[in-house]
């Protein structure tokens, strides 16, 4: 489509310097060179006379980015032993199926009615326990050593074979569980161990990823350049009478394109008064809102991303009005940013901007949530988390506004607490 049609909001890079946030260099954080861009890649600005002109730049392939190593998730397991310890804790247990399981082990062999496992004695070597059938598949995907993981046969009880793992540790032993470890998992551990006590292991797993090492910042800053690239093809072929559906498909193919898996939510005009509206088919016609929620993994690691455009000529004052009030609102939580500083603040932060502009009853939802392996974990910007930002948290900054049978303005970048304050992961949304 000719892109004069298209408002142009997409993100840029200079625009983060606007608010005291520029992007990290690549010593910061330990990130590649970013990659470099070919002429073809080089998307023309746009020329509608109301919109600044920005060279968009859209990568499709990128500099290699080694798997992380052994030596990695040995100090993982290090770290967990020391956390469990300090919690009272004698064994660690984490089960496949959970992105605990994969950040200890490096992998994840799913859930089903057969116990995969991983047994961690704070004072001890680690062991995975797996169905016979699955040893040789668990040895060749794990990061833990081959040698530590133990079959259970169909007709034997693999929570016997975790008390005999554990030898004389299972006397009275202090089972720390993941915390989405089934239910039923947790009372068959508890009768084949009937002297040991279960432990909740929900704070000694957000503390253990809380904080994220330069090897995960890389494969995230991976993960957010892949779909912000991604959102930016797609919006350059979207053409009247396209269903959500359709640009959505887009987006997927954007980021298989790129080499991973991703996708996004496209909800187009008064759909995007809806924060988490499903598509419901709406076509895309002359004078609509286009938001595209996206976000993949690299490595594991995610990405999660939120851009907005009015398709066709000028957009409405009302809207420029509040795109421009929730980017100010973003820019303002942005700026609030430095260890030490509660989570709720930076919340308040980007709602004291919105209310004062007249919009406060439509940001109905938290501000933000943690980043890292998932797509929203530990910790959360919102009302109520006193919790202090310490360096190396990464969480989204996306307050929205949305008038039902209007339209909704979402715009969404990925940060980090800093030893300095903070770093824009992402590139911000260019000014309308």
Not at 57 to 75: D, K, N, W
Not at 327 to 350: F, L, N, T, Y
């Amino acid at each position: 489509m000719d892109r004069r049609r298209f408002v142009n909001t997409l993100s840029v890079a200079g625009a983060a310097a606007a608010t005291g946030c520029a992007r990290a260099t690549t010593a910061a954080a330990g990130s590649a060179a970013p990659a470099p861009m070919s002429p073809s890649a080089t998307v023309p600005p746009s020329r509608h006379p109301t919109v600044p002109t920005t060279n968009i730049q859209v990568a499709s392939s990128y500099p290699p980015i080694a798997p992380l190593t052994r030596e990695v998730f040995e100090r993982r397991l290090e770290r967990a032993r020391t956390l469990a310890r300090e919690a009272g804790a004698t064994v660690l247990i984490a089960t496949s199926g959970a992105t605990n399981f994969r950040y200890l082990v490096g992998a994840d062999f799913g859930r089903s009615e057969r116990l995969i496992a991983l047994v961690l004695p704070v004072d001890g070597e680690p062991a995975l326990i797996a169905p016979s059938f699955e040893v040789e598949r668990v040895k060749r995907g794990t990061q833990v050593a081959a040698g530590a993981v133990h079959g259970w046969e169909e007709s034997e009880s693999p929570y016997a074979l975790v008390r005999a793992t554990l030898g004389a540790k299972a006397a009275r032993a202090a089972l720390l569980l993941e915390p989405r470890t089934e239910y039923w998992t947790a009372m068959n551990l508890g009768r084949a161990m009937p002297d040991a006590t279960l432990v909740d292991g929900a704070g000694v797993f957000e503390r253990l990823r809380l904080v994220k090492g330069p090897e995960e910042i890389l494969r995230m800053r991976r993960a957010i350049a892949i779909t912000e690239d991604a959102i930016a093809a797609t919006h350059d072929q979207i053409q009247p009478g396209m269903r959500d559906g359709d640009i959505a498909a887009i987006v997927a193919r954007e980021h298989a394109g790129r080499g991973v898996t991703g996708g996004a939510l496209v909800q187009l005009g008064d759909d995007s008064a809806l924060p988490h509206g499903n598509p419901g088919g709406a076509v895309l016609q002359e004078g609509m809102v286009v938001l595209i929620d996206g976000g993949c993994t690299f490595q594991g690691y995610a990405s999660d991303i939120t851009r907005i455009r009015w398709f066709g000529d000028a957009p409405p004052s009302k809207f420029r009005e509040v795109y421009r009030l929730v980017r100010d609102a973003q820019s303002a939580a942005m700026e609030r940013v430095k260890p030490g500083v509660p989570c709720q603040e930076i919340d308040r932060a980007a709602r004291a901007v919105i209310t004062r502009g007249g919009y406060g009853q439509y940001f109905t939802h938290r501000l933000g949530h943690g980043m890292g392996m998932d797509g929203h974990e530990a910790t959360y910007m919102v009302e109520g988390n006193t919790r202090p930002l310490e360096p190396g948290f990464v969480f989204s900054v996306e307050p929205g506004i949305y008038m039902l049978g209007e339209f909704g303005v979402r715009i969404e970048d990925d940060f980090m607490c800093t030893d300095a304050g903070g770093e824009l992961l992402s590139r911000r949304a260019a000014v309308v």
